[in-house]
């Protein structure tokens, strides 16, 4: 083998740069996000699957209907009960804690929603 | 035709990852056996085809002249196209692997009536190399979200700038759609001139068509098919700390985006994908060009067989030249 002396240390780099999340402060797998849910209610305004991949999508229809397409303020869900189509009056009334719920999977999968550009936090996550 | 044959590829190779993904054990197969397999692979291969390359010897200077070499005093040098200096060489291999600097270069020829031929400037593979180049840097560091916990601030970083125009929910990246309309503008030159189309071979177009398919995936994944982002975390942090699960649901377009990326995994060392490491091991740009300052000797010559210089031939064989009516130097 010739050029021993640069090209074994930058196989060397390379290996360790393509591994790094394998050596570099990867964490604890065992450490998942558990955002915690309301005690007082069972039902949200979708099924918890498609709340789960797709809320943000939800929000942002929304928005666009009833900011821009003067759209209604209340929904019903599946089961008929009415709810407020809002972020701070509707999901936050039963998810209320922002740093229990919100932040927990977002800080987790590094997420940072621009929900809080323009609307207020909630008081306590100040 | 060319071009058929890896487009089949590519979409069998979706069609693989979609059946499965719903086969019982197709989602640890593929989301936990194959991902190691190929990243194992990935890293094997490239270190193999190094060390190949290592080891054939580049006995003579044989770097691309671009410009002056070292000559006269009074003749100006171009110490970066055509260096004489090893400072001159980091230089040429920083501008080469970062700005690609020999697409800057690259030219058309074209045919007039007459029939005359002329040859132009052309920039547009060199910048839509660059954009394809950097955004797949940005796009795999920004991935890095998913296999670190707690995320670098940097990773931070890029992706709060990669979404700094805020459209939609979750914020479209920029770089998805600089990729896109790279790797497109790729591909359609290959289509479209008739030039490039004639040496062009499957072998171009899969991995253009895969990395095609694994960009489509992913941001179809982003803003058609939702999934479960921590559920993802959770298997692909857990392949990082070898300790892999899959809990949740999550939906069968991430297994056709994973498939696809082990297969690029895979399919890296063996392809022309390798110019990634070969672009430092080219002899043609990383070679000083001092062939006329430094004596360069081939290692592998027999060093029992003297130098013979034409005097020292002379004298052996004087006598029998004369006789034959070979003109000779020295009587």
């Not at chain 1, 050596?23 to 949200?44: A, H, M, N």
Request: hydrophobic content about 45%; glycine content about 6%; charged content about 20%.
């Amino acid at each position: 083998m010739y050029g021993k002396g640069r090209i074994i240390p930058a196989l060397i780099l390379f290996l360790g740069l393509m591994t790094a999340p394998m050596w570099f402060k990867s964490g604890d797998v065992s450490k998942l996000p558990k955002p915690e849910k309301p005690k007082d209610y069972t039902e949200c305004v979708a099924p918890t699957q498609f709340m789960r991949t797709a809320h943000m999508q939800l929000l942002n229809e929304w928005r666009d209907d009833i900011l821009r397409e003067g759209g209604s303020r209340t929904g019903k869900t599946a089961n008929g009960t009415e709810y407020v189509r809002s972020l701070q009056n509707g999901c936050m009334k039963c998810h209320s804690d922002k740093k229990k719920f919100c932040d927990d999977c977002h800080n987790y999968a590094s997420v940072k929603p621009y929900c809080w550009d323009c609307h207020l936090q909630p008081k306590e996550a100040m | 035709m060319r071009i058929l044959s890896p487009f089949i590829a590519v979409l069998a190779l979706i069609a693989v990852a979609l059946v499965a993904a719903q086969v019982p054990g197709g989602q640890a197969l593929m989301g936990i056996i194959l991902p190691y397999l190929a990243f194992a692979l990935f890293l094997g291969g490239v270190v193999y085809r190094v060390v190949q390359w290592a080891k054939s010897p580049v006995p003579f200077r044989i770097p691309t002249t671009c410009g002056q070499a070292n000559s006269l005093p009074w003749i100006k040098q171009n110490k970066i196209d055509c260096p004489s200096t090893k400072l001159g060489v980091i230089a040429r291999m920083i501008l080469e692997v970062a700005l690609f600097r020999s697409l800057f270069r690259n030219t058309k020829a074209e045919m007039y009536e007459g029939p005359k031929l002329v040859y132009g400037s052309s920039k547009f593979l060199w910048l839509f190399a660059l954009l394809f180049h950097y955004s797949f840097l940005v796009i795999v560091l920004r991935h890095m979200r998913l296999f670190m916990d707690p995320v670098p601030g940097f990773v931070a970083a890029l992706e709060f700038g990669d979404g700094f125009l805020q459209i939609g929910s979750p914020v479209f990246y920029q770089t998805d759609a600089l990729f896109l309309g790279a790797i497109a503008f790729l591909f359609l030159r290959r289509i479209f001139l008739a030039n490039i189309r004639y040496i062009s071979l499957p072998a171009d177009y899969f991995p253009l068509l895969l990395i095609f398919g694994i960009a489509l995936t992913g941001i179809l994944m982003r803003t058609v098919f939702r999934v479960d982002v921590v559920a993802i975390k959770q298997l692909t942090h857990g392949l990082a700390t070898f300790s892999p699960a899959i809990a949740g649901q999550i939906g069968s377009i991430f297994f056709i985006h994973i498939f696809l990326v082990c297969t690029l995994l895979i399919y890296f060392p063996y392809s022309k994908l390798m110019h990634m490491a070969g672009v430092f091991m080219s002899p043609t740009r990383n070679m000083i060009n001092n062939s006329r300052m430094v004596r360069h000797i081939n290692p592998w010559n027999d060093p029992n067989i003297k130098p013979h210089s034409y005097a020292a031939y002379e004298d052996e064989f004087r006598e029998f030249m004369k006789e034959s009516g070979i003109p000779v130097e020295k009587e």
